[in-house]
Protein backbone atom coordinates (compact mmCIF):
# COMPACT_ATOMS: atom_id res chain seq x y z
CA UNK A 1 0.00 0.00 0.00
CA UNK A 2 3.03 2.29 0.51
CA UNK A 3 3.89 2.15 -2.85
CA UNK A 4 0.92 2.15 -5.43
CA UNK A 5 1.02 1.59 -9.16
CA UNK A 6 -2.31 3.35 -9.61
CA UNK A 7 -4.44 5.80 -7.78
CA UNK A 8 -7.92 6.75 -8.49
CA UNK A 9 -9.21 10.20 -7.69
CA UNK A 10 -12.70 11.13 -7.76
CA UNK A 11 -13.22 15.02 -8.62
CA UNK A 12 -10.22 16.51 -6.88
CA UNK A 13 -11.39 20.22 -7.70
CA UNK A 14 -14.04 19.88 -6.15
CA UNK A 15 -14.45 21.88 -3.20
CA UNK A 16 -11.30 23.24 -3.77
CA UNK A 17 -10.61 26.67 -3.87
CA UNK A 18 -9.63 28.06 -7.60
CA UNK A 19 -6.56 29.43 -5.98
CA UNK A 20 -5.06 25.76 -5.63
CA UNK A 21 -6.61 23.45 -8.30
CA UNK A 22 -3.79 24.27 -10.01
CA UNK A 23 -1.26 22.81 -6.71
CA UNK A 24 -3.46 20.22 -7.05
CA UNK A 25 -3.11 19.42 -10.90
CA UNK A 26 0.71 19.76 -10.40
CA UNK A 27 0.73 17.15 -7.59
CA UNK A 28 -1.11 14.70 -10.27
CA UNK A 29 1.26 15.09 -12.74
CA UNK A 30 4.33 14.45 -10.00
CA UNK A 31 2.39 11.20 -9.39
CA UNK A 32 2.39 10.25 -12.95
CA UNK A 33 6.29 11.59 -13.15
CA UNK A 34 7.15 9.13 -11.04
CA UNK A 35 5.58 6.25 -12.76
CA UNK A 36 2.51 5.95 -11.21
CA UNK A 37 -0.89 5.43 -13.06
CA UNK A 38 -3.54 8.32 -12.30
CA UNK A 39 -7.33 7.51 -13.33
CA UNK A 40 -9.17 10.91 -12.53
CA UNK A 41 -13.29 11.29 -12.63
CA UNK A 42 -12.90 15.24 -12.92
CA UNK A 43 -16.21 17.41 -14.49
CA UNK A 44 -13.66 20.47 -15.02
CA UNK A 45 -13.36 19.43 -18.27
CA UNK A 46 -10.82 22.11 -18.91
CA UNK A 47 -8.53 21.21 -16.21
CA UNK A 48 -8.56 17.17 -16.54
CA UNK A 49 -8.12 17.29 -20.18
CA UNK A 50 -4.98 19.79 -20.11
CA UNK A 51 -3.44 17.36 -17.79
CA UNK A 52 -4.74 14.02 -19.17
CA UNK A 53 -2.85 11.90 -21.60
CA UNK A 54 -6.09 10.31 -22.66
CA UNK A 55 -9.47 10.87 -22.20
CA UNK A 56 -12.88 8.90 -21.68
CA UNK A 57 -16.44 10.69 -21.76
CA UNK A 58 -19.28 9.51 -20.73
CA UNK A 59 -22.43 10.93 -22.49
CA UNK A 60 -25.41 10.08 -21.09
CA UNK A 61 -24.25 6.75 -19.59
CA UNK A 62 -23.03 5.54 -22.78
CA UNK A 63 -19.31 5.26 -22.14
CA UNK A 64 -17.50 6.27 -25.74
CA UNK A 65 -14.71 3.87 -26.16
CA UNK A 66 -12.75 5.63 -28.74
CA UNK A 67 -12.64 8.14 -25.84
CA UNK A 68 -10.58 11.48 -26.60
CA UNK A 69 -6.84 12.94 -26.47
CA UNK A 70 -3.43 11.60 -27.11
CA UNK A 71 -1.06 14.41 -26.71
CA UNK A 72 -3.57 17.45 -25.74
CA UNK A 73 -6.46 15.33 -25.19
CA UNK A 74 -8.55 18.96 -25.35
CA UNK A 75 -7.68 18.83 -29.30
CA UNK A 76 -10.06 15.26 -29.74
CA UNK A 77 -13.39 15.51 -31.78
CA UNK A 78 -15.59 14.32 -29.17
CA UNK A 79 -14.41 17.52 -26.82
CA UNK A 80 -16.65 20.10 -28.77
CA UNK A 81 -20.00 19.02 -29.18
CA UNK A 82 -19.52 16.21 -26.43
CA UNK A 83 -17.86 17.72 -23.36
CA UNK A 84 -17.71 21.46 -23.30
CA UNK A 85 -21.38 21.95 -25.38
CA UNK A 86 -22.72 23.17 -28.38
CA UNK A 87 -21.10 26.53 -28.22
CA UNK A 88 -17.57 25.66 -28.14
Known sequence: M????????????????PAIV????????QLVDEGRAVAMQ????GHALREADRG??????AGDPRGVGGGDARSGPLVGPVLMGPAF
Not at 2 to 17: A, I, N, Q, R, Y
Not at 56 to 61: C, S, T
Open 2 to 17: SDPHLMLFGEPSLGVS
Open 42 to 45: EQNV
Open 22 to 29: GQTLDVLR
Open 56 to 61: LHDALG
